[in-house]
């Protein structure tokens, strides 16, 4: 258990909608990732963060922001949700640094209709 | 990153061990092999890493070939949790901060 809690597990939203993801840690490490997780497409990095305030864009940004104004704490939000959008959503976090293994939440499954 | 090529699936009887290999003939020699797995409706779970040597903790044991174009993750005594997907991921130490899944192994291991 890697102290990472995700928030919700399940949404359904409508297209149009603001949507804010919450990712959780309870260790204070620095390095934490947003990916989202697509059949066929695997695991795809949206946003990382490496410290307070401190993000980058990942592989898939469009269309989302993040925010990090705690330590513990890693926000994503949808500004407008778009059914292209529904996606597991995982957070994760690396402990000994950005390059180094990572561990995973257990996911945010969000539905845009 | 170096590519990695992984069989789309296994079977393994439980209490027997999985043998899940990893091609990655063009690895480069900063590039460490990595072995995720995923069990259903979870997030990634890390399992080991190596750069040379072989490795084991308590989950399982990483054989790389001599020339580093493989590597084997060994599973000693298989049981049904540890039905999923395993991904076998090639990366650098330094400057990478993502990581890239392929489509991995999907092992089943059977009753």
């Known amino acids: 258990d890697a102290g990472i809690t995700q928030s919700p597990r399940h949404k359904v939203t409508e297209t149009g909608t603001p949507v804010t993801l919450r990712c959780h840690q309870t260790?204070?490490?620095?390095?934490m990732y947003w990916y989202r997780q697509d059949p066929g497409h695997g695991l795809r990095l949206i946003h990382y963060?490496?410290?307070?305030?401190?993000?980058d864009k990942g592989e898939v940004s469009d269309g989302y922001s993040v925010s990090r104004s705690k330590t513990e704490d890693f926000l994503l939000t949808l500004e407008s949700a778009t059914s292209s959008q529904t996606s597991v959503y995982f957070c994760?976090?690396?402990?000994?640094?950005?390059?180094?293994?990572?561990?995973f939440g257990p996911g945010t499954r969000l539905t845009v209709t | 990153d170096a590519k990695t090529t992984q069989p789309p699936s296994m079977d393994c009887a439980e209490g027997r061990a999985a043998n899940l290999p990893c091609n990655h003939s063009?690895?480069?020699?900063?590039?460490?092999v990595y072995w995720y797995r995923q069990i259903h409706s979870q997030g990634p779970q890390y399992i080991i890493h190596?750069?040379?040597n072989n490795e084991t903790n308590e989950m399982a044991s990483l054989i790389i070939t001599e020339d580093r174009k493989s590597s084997t993750l060994i599973l000693p005594h298989a049981t049904l949790r540890d039905t999923a997907v395993y991904y076998c991921?090639?990366?650098?130490?330094?400057?990478?901060?993502?990581?890239?899944f392929g489509t991995g192994t999907r092992l089943t291991v059977i009753p």
């Open positions: 963060s490496y410290g307070v305030k401190d993000t």
């Open positions: 063009t690895i480069s020699g900063n590039e460490y």
């Open positions: 994760a976090i690396s402990p000994k640094g950005a390059a180094y293994e990572q561990y």
């Open positions: 991921i090639v990366r650098v130490r330094t400057g990478a901060n993502n990581l890239f």
């Open positions: 190596g750069l040379k």
């Open positions: 260790e204070n490490h620095r390095y």
